[in-house]
């Protein structure tokens, strides 16, 4: 059942506050389509500190000759409440170019968008849901609870142009295999639901995610059918402690 209001989360762990970076590969019916780079670090900005998270997602070159994808997605969190600040999606999909920033004002308790899509430029606000968060805030915070199996994880999810509530169920704990080893984990199925249509988004058919059941809790694997076949997902590449120098991100304006 969904909830009347989406739950205000506080963390209560930080597994990722020494800085991490891992790398995932995608693959299709088996055959290698894309790779993912996240990173994260901390910072401090004006005597606070924030989290920086940076995913880089490729197609791999022979998927390039057919449709070519380069995207970058940023976040910076504010680290203590693990609450938004500032979101940018760079999308570069073929001949698609489109340019996405989000700003969380904390005061006026709004998101101010900017979305640039070459044609067009569109600037919105909103307030509403409230406590909306970006995907990569949600993920994080996520990982900074508690839960245990039969547990629902709620949240309601900007990604740069609709509003969606995101419902995690914590399925199960099981073994799973991936090429670097086997690993304890938590399966869960997640659930989107647009919040401008009826019905849940198309885009997660029968779509799972294991996180690690260590303190670590890192997402280890997804799988998702598509129309055509289905996605795989999985971490190849994962270091500990890799934090930025200098206390500052290069993409960081402030």
Not at 7 to 17: G, I
Not at 22 to 45: E, F, L
Not at 107 to 131: I, L, S, T
């Amino acid at each position: 059942p969904i909830p009347e209001k989406v739950p205000v989360y506080q963390p209560k762990h930080y597994p990722f506050d020494g800085g991490e970076r891992a790398v995932y590969k995608a693959s299709w019916n088996g055959v290698p389509v894309a790779t993912a780079d996240i990173s994260t670090s901390s910072q401090i900005i004006e005597g606070r500190k924030f989290y920086s998270v940076r995913v880089e997602a490729k197609t791999s070159p022979v998927l390039d000759l057919f449709w070519k994808m380069r995207d970058t997605i940023t976040s910076t969190i504010e680290a203590k409440a693990l609450a938004p600040t500032r979101f940018t999606f760079s999308q570069r999909e073929n001949q698609k170019v489109i340019d996405t920033e989000a700003r969380f004002d904390r005061n006026a308790k709004k998101w101010f968008v900017h979305r640039d899509e070459r044609r067009k430029v569109k600037k919105y606000e909103f307030d509403q849901p409230p406590n909306t968060i970006d995907p990569i805030t949600a993920v994080y915070l996520a990982r900074s609870q508690d839960f245990k199996i039969g547990d629902h994880l709620f949240f309601n999810i900007f990604g740069g142009k609709y509003r969606y509530l995101l419902d995690l169920e914590v399925e199960r704990r099981e073994k799973i295999h991936i090429a670097s080893g086997s690993v304890d984990a938590f399966k869960i199925v997640p659930r989107i639901k647009n919040l401008m249509k009826d019905g849940y988004a198309e885009r997660l058919n029968e779509a799972s995610v294991w996180i690690s059941a260590d303190e670590r809790r890192i997402p280890v694997m997804l799988s998702s059918r598509i129309f055509v076949g289905s996605i795989y997902i999985e971490r190849i590449e994962d270091k500990v402690g890799t934090q930025a120098t200098g206390g500052r991100h290069p993409d960081h304006s402030s």
